[in-house]
Structure formats: structure tokens, C-alpha cells
């Protein structure tokens, strides 16, 4: 999947319905081709003879074992919209006398053995670490997943959007063919009758592996499967957007007749799990929208709903209220959640409460792992930035910034890193590689180019096109890639990784003009690898393979993005962060992992320096 380019979140519009709320929206109408059966008809078709099932693509199941993030764009609205859900819970506890705010004052994620005190209040910074005490505000209490059993109808309104209520949980007993699809996959499969989406009538529809259908184009992408990609990607029917794997058990089945479109996954395994979801959609002539979802269902992370697509603008409702819940014209659905998530935004308000706005990026550590899908991940929260492959937006007043603030970088549970920062523990990276990826992501690594056709190409960007591909000679930069040498005769070889900013980095970054960035190249139609990889694989030094060079000069990035501007005569040389450690409620900082967290610090600054051939300092002091 593509994100769109030229989407300005100005920002997410965002709505919470309240429990038990009856709406406003338009009555739903009865279904044109009622369901005839409570039986989940799974249980039936997965006794039948299967289709020959899609190949399983190892090198893509160890690539997403190994990725240390995700596609940073858009995360921003997944932080908002987190935020704002969490807050919601709380407001309407406070309004409501006795009403059960779900999962407040949580402690959050526990580590055994950890030591823990009575009382909580807020902490005073240690030295440079600036210490946030979780008192129940911080994280936010897990979503149960509430929907075994039970239907769902979408129905059209008057503002163009959908409400939801909820109705008899009632499989069709129809359920197709069986679709041959793998691991982040997605084939096309049109509809016989023209669907009425938000507005727009739709006939091309793709049927994709993690539990969705996404008019337009489809999506293979594993990006995470969560809000931001709820709405930022195509228009979508998420009967459960998950990641979802086929290969390692269950079928998918689609029966494309002229009454309907229905699409059942039938236990269907989550990616490296034995987990199962068994859950149907229908798509209706009326332009009405149908979900089922049966009483067996052990996967319970998920993001549930419709969306035109394109869009920053979200109404969170409880799927289980009876209804109608109105959605009005926006993308309307539900996120659930197994376990607590930080709440990014709560967090830097607090920090704000008590620093001054004089940050550029901030760094979040935690004495708890609070992290799921990815090992760390940055946010960028603003960006003036032009040329660069990112949006201009700036949602930095939303996270308690007046307007400084640029960007967040989560680096979770301060235990998982080693106590030497420079010890090589992930793939190919250290602690300080892994900072200056997530650190980065403010500027990189979004930049296609024009090719020898006067083309636009993707061919440099790697994994969730937020990094670059194996097959770039990004000379070792902390953004992947590697740095690869020229053997002679089509042959080549990854001699070193992770080690610094390129000067097609820095460019990106504002460091050195476009004159200072020399020609640079990429392999194209790799063979004959010594270890099976694809452009999207981590960096991995001594791979050899064969392929044809090709050279690419600045000027053929700025011929797709324009020139980067500010210029770097004109861009800032100092990037200003602030190391904040979350400690969960119930505990106190650990004078030790105050310590390693320091030096970490110290280290990444001198890092930062070198990395950067001395163009730029970190300064992580806090005052």
C-alpha cells in the first residue's frame, strides 16, 4: 500500500461515542438478502478439500521478526486518536457518578522482581533524565474484545458516512471459493454490482489477507494494523484488520454473487501465532455493510470499522452498544486492544507541565515494556520540511508544544537494551544505531528519484518505504540499507551496515547542499545471492549477489521532491532532545537504570557528532 502523497493532517477530527448512546443517524434498513443461518458455516468448509494455499515466504516472516520499526508516517493520528479515546473514558467517568472508567488507574506492564513502593507523586528529573511518574494518566487500559458472537450492521446516513448497530450474529451459509492468498497479501475481485462507498461508487475491490477489503487498490502492506492505516490508506471494510497470516492455518473464501459480496475468513492464524479469528463481511447493493463474527476467536488485537479513506477525521464507538451509534461523514469503528499502550500525548503534556518548550525531539524510555508490533518507533508530531518525501503538518499543539516540539521517539523498555550501548544485539545494530533510526525518522528515509526513463521510482526505499533497500549502497547509514562494495563484473558484496547518515542522509537533513552529495547507486534485478533477500530485508554484512549498477545523482531526487528547503545555509545544526524515563505507577526510579540510561545519553550524543561527520550536535541536557 501507498500513503497518499500530498495528505496534510491539519489535524485528526475525533470523535468518542458514549456507551449506551442512542444516536442521531439515519435508521438502519433491513438487509436485501437476509442471512439463513446462526451457524458459523466455517465449521463446515473447513472439513472440505483446500485449494493448494499460497507459498510461504520465509524470508518475509524472518524480515518482519527482525524489522525494528514501522512506517512512521501518519503514526501521529494513531497517537491522537489513542489519546483521545483514553481521554474520553476518563471524562465520562468523571461526568457519570459510579460509571467504571475500563482499566483506570492500571499500573501498566509489570517486570518480575521489580521493586515497588507505596504512595506515588510526581518525580523530580535525576540529573539529565528527565523522570515521568505514570499516577494512572499514562497508559492506557487494554480494549477487551467484546464482539464473539455478535453482528454488526453498517448503514448509510444522511451526512454520507455509516452508523452501526449491532444485529443477530447470522453467518451466510454461502461462502464462495476459496482465495489462494499468503502473508500480507491481496488479490483483486470485482464486484458484479456497484457499490455506494461514502459517496463514491465502487466496483474494483481487493481482498486482503489481514482481514479487510480495500476498494481502489489493495493492500500488502505490514505497516501496522491500526488506526493511521485505517484511515490514511485506501477506502476500507476492516471486518478485523490484524495481522493475519493464511499460510500458517485457515482459509479465506469469497462468493462474488450479484446480491452480495461476501468475504469469510475462516480461523484464519495470526502471524506467528495460533491464534484464530473466524469473521465474515458482506457487501450489500443497498450499500449497506454486514459483519459476523463467531463465538470462537482467540486473536483479540484488532481494528474493526469503515473508512472513506484518505482521511484524518475518526469517530470511536463501542461496537457492542446496541445502536444505531452515528459515525457521521467520517471513518467510524472501534480499536481493541489485548494489553496497555503508552499514551503518547499524555506523557509529553506532562513532561510540559513541568519543562519549558525548548525541544526539537523527545526521547522516551520506560521501566516497563509497553511496545507491541515493532521494537521502538518514531512519531513525527510537525514538519516544515519541503523535498523530502513528508507532508507539511503540524499537530505539535495537540502533544502540549506551542509549536517547537517536531517529533517523538519511543525507545520502550529500557531492559531490553544492552548495558554496553555499543554491543551488537539486534541483527546488525547496536543501542545507538537503533536510537539513530528511530531519531532519523524525523527526516528519513522517504526519497524516490527519477529513473534512467525519466521515470518516478521507489527502487532506494526498503521496508514499508521508510527505509532504504538492501540493495542500496546506502554507505552503512542507521536508516538500512548497506553500505555495498563493487566487486567488478555485476558482482557486489555488503562490507559494513548501521554505522552513520550518508551524505544523501544529511542532504535530507539540511547538513550539506546538493553539490556536496556525490553519485550514489543501487543493484538492480539482484540474482545469485548468497543469502536469500528482498529489498525490504535488514542489513546484514558479507551477502554477495549479481546485478546491474545503476547511478543516481541528487538531481534526480529533487526532480520528484523539489529542492529541500530550508536550504542548509538556512537549517538548524543543533537538534535539541530531551531523555524522558516513564516510571509506572506504584514504583520508583531504579538509581541503577537511571545510570545506564545516562550514559546511553552521553554515548548518543558523541554518536550523533560522528555520524553526522560533525555537521550537527545532539544536546540532550535539559536546561
Request: glycine share 10%; with cysteine; hydrophobic share 40%.
Amino acid at each position: 500500500m501507498r500513503y497518499p502523497r500530498g495528505l496534510a493532517v491539519v489535524f485528526l477530527g475525533f470523535v468518542l461515542q458514549a456507551c449506551g448512546g442512542s444516536g442521531t443517524g439515519s435508521p438502519a434498513a433491513p438487509s436485501p438478502t437476509p442471512p439463513t443461518t446462526a451457524t458459523n458455516v466455517c465449521s463446515t468448509a473447513l472439513t472440505t478439500e483446500a485449494a493448494a494455499p499460497a507459498p510461504v515466504d520465509e524470508r518475509l516472516r524472518a524480515d518482519k521478526r527482525l524489522a525494528i520499526d514501522r512506517d512512521p508516517r501518519y503514526s501521529v493520528i494513531d497517537a491522537v486518536s489513542l489519546h483521545k479515546e483514553a481521554q474520553g473514558w476518563r471524562d465520562m467517568g468523571a461526568r457519570v457518578p459510579g460509571a467504571e472508567v475500563p482499566g483506570a488507574g492500571l499500573p501498566g506492564a509489570r517486570v518480575p522482581g521489580a521493586q515497588t513502593q507505596s504512595g506515588t507523586g510526581k518525580a523530580a528529573d535525576i540529573g539529565e533524565i528527565a523522570v515521568v511518574q505514570d499516577e494512572g494518566d499514562l497508559i492506557t487500559p487494554p480494549n477487551t474484545y467484546d464482539l464473539r458472537g455478535v453482528g454488526l450492521r453498517f448503514t448509510r446516513n444522511s451526512a454520507g458516512g455509516y452508523d452501526v448497530r449491532k444485529i443477530t450474529a447470522s453467518f451466510r451459509t454461502t461462502i464462495g471459493r476459496q482465495l489462494t492468498l499468503g502473508d500480507d497479501d491481496s488479490t483483486a475481485a470485482a464486484s458484479s454490482f456497484t457499490v455506494n462507498f461514502y459517496g463514491r461508487a465502487q466496483t474494483a475491490v481487493f481482498v486482503n489477507s489481514d482481514g479487510n477489503v480495500t476498494f481502489e487498490e489493495g493492500d500488502k502492506s505490514s505497516t501496522e494494523r491500526n488506526v493511521a492505516r485505517l484511515l490514511t490508506g485506501p477506502p476500507r471494510v476492516a471486518a478485523f484488520l490484524a495481522d493475519l497470516d493464511p499460510t500458517a492455518g485457515g482459509r479465506i473464501f469469497l462468493n462474488a454473487a450479484s446480491d452480495q459480496y461476501t468475504v469469510t475468513w475462516c480461523a484464519v492464524r495470526g502471524f506467528d501465532s495460533a491464534r484464530t479469528i473466524t469473521t465474515q463481511l458482506s457487501l450489500l447493493p443497498d450499500g449497506s455493510i454486514e459483519m459476523q463474527f463467531a463465538d470462537a476467536a482467540s486473536i483479540t488485537d484488532a481494528v474493526i470499522g469503515v473508512s472513506p479513506g484518505h482521511t484524518g477525521t475518526f469517530t470511536s464507538v463501542n461496537l457492542s452498544d446496541a445502536g444505531p451509534s452515528p459515525g457521521g461523514s467520517a471513518a467510524v469503528g472501534e480499536r481493541f486492544a489485548a494489553r496497555v499502550q503508552l499514551d503518547n500525548v499524555a506523557v509529553t503534556k506532562k513532561f510540559y507541565a513541568t519543562h519549558p518548550d525548548n525541544y526539537d525531539q523527545l526521547v522516551i524510555w520506560s521501566d516497563a515494556s509497553l511496545v507491541t508490533n515493532s521494537f521502538a518507533y518514531e512519531t513525527t508530531i510537525a514538519n516544515e520540511i519541503r523535498g523530502v518525501g513528508i507532508d507539511v503538518y503540524d499537530a505539535s499543539r495537540e502533544f502540549g508544544s506551542a509549536g517547537r516540539l517536531r517529533s517523538l521517539a519511543v525507545m520502550d523498555w529500557l531492559g531490553k537494551y544492552p548495558d554496553d550501548p555499543q554491543t551488537k544485539f539486534l541483527g546488525e545494530n547496536n543501542t545507538l544505531s537503533v536510537i539513530g533510526q528511530e531519531v532519523g525518522h524525523r527526516w528519513l528515509a522517504f526519497l524516490e528519484f527519477r529513473d534512467r526513463n525519466g521515470l518516478r521510482s521507489d527502487l532506494i526505499l526498503g521496508r514499508d518505504q521508510a527505509h532504504w533497500s538492501f540493495f542500496f549502497d546506502s554507505d552503512a547509514s542507521v536508516m538500512e540499507g548497506n553500505d555495498i562494495e563493487d566487486l567488478g563484473g555485476g558482482s557486489f558484496r555488503t562490507a559494513d551496515a548501521v554505522k552513520r547518515y550518508s551524505l544523501l542522509d544529511q542532504y535530507a537533513m539540511g547538513l550539506v547542499a546538493p553539490a556536496s552529495v556525490p553519485s550514489f547507486f543501487y543493484v538492480e534485478a539482484p540474482t545469485n545471492m548468497s543469502a536469500t533477500r528482498n529489498r525490504e530485508s535488514a542489513p546484514q554484512i558479507g551477502v554477495t549477489f549479481n546485478g546491474t549498477r545503476r547511478e543516481i545523482l541528487v538531481n534526480d531526487i529533487i526532480a520528484i521532491h523539489g529542492t529541500r528547503l530550508p536550504a542548509a545555509a538556512d537549517a538548524p545544526k543543533e537538534h535539541r532532545q530531551a531523555f524522558i524515563y516513564i516510571v509506572s505507577a506504584g514504583r520508583s526510579a531504579e538509581s541503577s537504570q537511571v545510570e545506564k540510561l545516562d550514559n546511553i545519553r552521553r554515548r548518543w550524543e558523541e554518536f550523533f557528532l560522528s555520524a553526522t561527520d560533525g555537521r550537527m550536535r545532539a544536546i540532550t541536557v535539559l536546561r
